[in-house]
Each structure stands twice: as structure tokens, then as C-alpha cells.
């Protein structure tokens, strides 16, 4: 049986292909010693603490950063609410959506204020108590006194109750 000419040459790329994969130089070796295992300690995980509201007192609850974050986004996080493993767990918030965006600013001796979206003044005492204490936990060494500010309105200077 005769193969057509481009059947002769298909069957030949073929067999030459076979040859260079089967003989490609790689050969055999002993273990390579690459040093001594890593070691020393993993690096801690970044935590959080937001105050939620629970059985209708604050509770300060932890999560897991990631990432460094600013006051002014653990304060959205306050206002996104729980998560729903922390919602299972009988977890809520008092700060409205519509409070965020944030801004936190540091002023001498101690002081922070915090400016939201909706009137400071309409916020329940446990909503402003989640913010102050929200910010303070950022400075557990030295908790600055928090003013809450939004539409013209005011609450404090506050330390947090906890």
C-alpha cells in the first residue's frame, strides 16, 4: 500500500515530533539540597473591632482585616451592618445606611471628629456610642474623646462607655 505524498509527509512531522519529544535531553538526577526549611512565625492576622449592638448593649466584635483600613471605612462597616454570621449570632446596628460617607479628623489633645451624612442629632445614643467607641478602639493605648457631627448638628465631646 503507497501513501499519497502529503500522507508521507503528515506520517514524517509525526515521526520526527516522536523522536524530539521521546529524546529531549532531560536525564536523570540526585536530589538538589535547596537549604534549610522556612521558618520563624506567620504573620498575624490583621484584626478589627467594630461595636455592634446586641440585646440592646454594646458588644465589641472582631473580624478579620485583611488590609489596613481608615476610621472613616470601619465606620461604613458600622453602617452596612452585620455580617450574617454575626446577624445569627443576634448581632445588629443602630448607625443608618445613610450616615455613610465618613470623614474622621484629629484634632489636638485627644480629640476626633467624626463628620456623617444624616443628622448627628437624630442618631440613638447607642448609634453615636457605636461610632465613638468604633473610633476609639483604633487607639486602645491612649481612646481619644469623639464628637459627632453631621447637618449642622453635634453630639459630644464622648469617650466610649465601655
Request: overall charge neutral.
Amino acid at each position: 500500500m503507497r501513501l499519497p505524498g502529503l500522507s508521507r509527509r503528515v506520517l514524517a512531522a509525526c515521526l520526527v515530533s516522536l523522536a524530539a519529544v521521546a529524546g529531549c535531553g532531560v536525564r536523570p538526577s540526585d536530589a538538589i539540597s535547596a537549604g534549610d526549611p522556612p521558618s520563624g512565625g506567620v504573620a498575624p492576622t490583621m484584626m478589627i473591632t467594630l461595636y455592634l449592638v446586641k440585646n440592646g448593649r454594646l458588644d465589641a466584635v472582631t473580624r478579620p482585616g485583611g488590609r489596613l483600613l481608615f476610621r472613616a471605612d470601619l465606620l461604613a462597616l458600622l453602617a452596612d451592618g452585620p455580617t450574617m454570621r454575626e446577624q445569627a449570632h443576634g448581632f445588629s446596628t443602630e448607625v443608618p445606611p445613610g450616615a455613610d460617607p465618613f470623614s474622621v479628623t484629629a484634632k489636638p489633645g485627644g480629640q476626633v471628629v467624626v463628620t456623617l451624612s444624616t443628622p448627628a442629632g437624630e442618631l440613638s445614643s447607642l448609634a453615636v456610642d457605636q461610632i465613638v467607641c468604633t473610633t476609639a478602639a483604633t487607639e486602645p493605648e491612649s481612646p481619644p474623646q469623639v464628637t459627632v457631627v453631621g447637618e449642622g448638628q453635634s453630639v459630644g465631646p464622648r469617650k466610649c462607655p465601655g
